[in-house]
Each structure stands twice: as structure tokens, then as C-alpha cells.
């Protein structure tokens, strides 16, 4: 089993980020896959922002309590104030979901790994939705009262 070296959380075989912190991760020595960064494309990225997933170079990571941020100053916020409250399994679903939370005065921002050149075609596709969590238990309920979350 192996563990993140930045933040020691078990990753699964074929991971190719931790999820936690944001890094990427290594085989050995090599990465297990390469990409640029976002905004510096002649950099490799070390690391995709833990909030958005864009790809960051060691020039314009920001760290926060160990995780990686891109250096949009809302991300740093939305990982203070904000929590996933789900990840659909589709940017059409988490669309959908936005505007369901957003009649009952919730608001959420969604965000998907397909927003970024460099990691468009990583077959990990991930979208998450988050909430304020003052608000999760209300946006939770809310979901399960629609129907519109059925698992777990
Ligand atoms: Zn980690
Ligand atoms: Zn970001
Ligand atoms: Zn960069």
C-alpha cells in the first residue's frame, strides 16, 4: 500500500494525484504521468489545485495547511469555508444540481478536472461540488428530498 509523502494518505493503485493534498504522485523516482502547468506551459506542474483541479507549477502553487491551491484568492476561501457536499458523476449532473440548490437559496459552485487543457483527458475524471458548510446539512437534505442523490 502506498501513502502520499506530503500528507501520508493511502492512495489506491492508478491514482495519479492525491487527492488530499493535491500533489502529484510519484513512481520511484519518475512521475507517474506528466503535464504543465496551466498557466506556464514550458513548467511541469507539481501539483493540481485541491479546490478547482487546475495544474500548478512550483512558481505559482499556493500552500495552505499542506494542500495545494492554484492562486485564485477564492480558492483559498472556498477550502477554509467551503466542503464537497458531492461528486456527480457528470458536469450535466452537477449543473443540474447547482440550479436545484440555487432555487432553494443555496448556493454551489462545481468544479471538474475537464475545465483545464492538461488534464481534459486524464481518464480520472472528477467533478465536485461544494457548499458553504454552514450550509451542507441543509444543501444534504435537500438533495435527498429531491431524489437527486442516491447514494449512500
Ligand atoms: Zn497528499
Ligand atoms: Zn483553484
Ligand atoms: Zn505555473
Known amino acids: 500500500m502506498n501513502i502520499c509523502k506530503n500528507c501520508s494518505t493511502q492512495i489506491q493503485a492508478g491514482q495519479k494525484f492525491c ?41 505559482c502553487e ?5 494542500k495545494i491551491l492554484c492562486s485564485d ?10 466542503c464537497v457536499l458531492h461528486q456527480p458523476d457528470s458536469e450535466f449532473e452537477a449543473e443540474a444540481l447547482v440550479r436545484n440548490l440555487a432555487d432553494a437559496g443555496i448556493k454551489a ?16 475524471n472528477r467533478v465536485f461540488l461544494f457548499v458553504r458548510k454552514s450550509e451542507n446539512e441543509k444543501a444534504k437534505a435537500l438533495l435527498k428530498e429531491l431524489n437527486l442523490v442516491g447514494k449512500d
Open 19 to 59: 487527492y488530499v493534498c493535491g500533489v502529484l504522485l510519484d513512481a520511484g523516482e519518475e512521475k507517474i504521468f506528466e503535464i504543465e502547468c496551466e498557466t506556464h506551459p514550458d513548467c511541469r506542474a507539481v501539483g493540481l489545485c485541491v479546490i478547482c483541479g487546475k495544474p500548478v507549477c512550483s512558481d
Open 62 to 66: 499556493v500552500k495552505s495547511a499542506g
Open 73 to 82: 484568492p477564492e480558492h483559498r476561501i472556498l477550502l477554509q469555508e467551503w
Open 109 to 124: 459552485k462545481t468544479f471538474s478536472l475537464r475545465d483545464y487543457i492538461t488534464t481534459r483527458w486524464l481518464d480520472e
